[in-house]
């Protein structure tokens, strides 16, 4: 297990009412309600990656990977998913500025049903 996820491990041990799992690379923690979204982090040496469901950004510093991992659980975190039917496509994060929520980055799949109707949807942990 990497120094990485060892830190982030210890960090959780602090939460225990979150669920997590850690394999040979990467620790996961399940989302803390229906309303939540799962928080993933892979540490594969010279690049971290940090997973809000089916948003993600690389890092190429740990410190920065694991503040990001932190912040998916913090009240001013949230992710808006874009989905055609049921088909989620488009996840965005967006960070609480004052009283206004505002867009950070876009993880996107270039292939979807985009006949189907459009529906936006928000997610936040929020520990």
């Known amino acids: 297990m990497s120094k990485t996820i060892q830190q982030i491990e210890e960090w959780l041990k602090e939460k225990p009412h979150l669920s997590y799992e850690i394999e040979e690379h ?3 923690v399940k989302a803390t309600s229906e309303t939540g979204f799962n928080v993933v982090l892979t540490d594969e040496g010279d690049e ?3 997973f809000y469901d089916g948003w993600h ?3 190429g510093h740990s410190k920065d990977a694991i503040d990001c991992f932190q912040f998916g659980f913090s009240s001013r975190c949230r ?3 874009v989905c055609r039917g049921k ?3 488009k996840w965005t994060l967006q960070y609480l500025e004052g009283e206004q ?3 950070y980055s876009t993880t996107a ?3 979807f049903p985009f006949w189907r109707k459009k529906e936006v949807k928000y997610f936040q942990n929020g520990v």
Request: aromatic share 24%; proline share 0%.
């Open 26 to 28: 990467l620790i996961a």
């Open 48 to 50: 971290f990656i940090v």
């Open 57 to 59: 950004e690389h890092f």
């Open 79 to 81: 992710i808006k998913v």
């Open 87 to 89: 088909f989620e496509h």
């Open 101 to 103: 929520w505002t867009d």
């Open 109 to 111: 799949l270039l292939f």
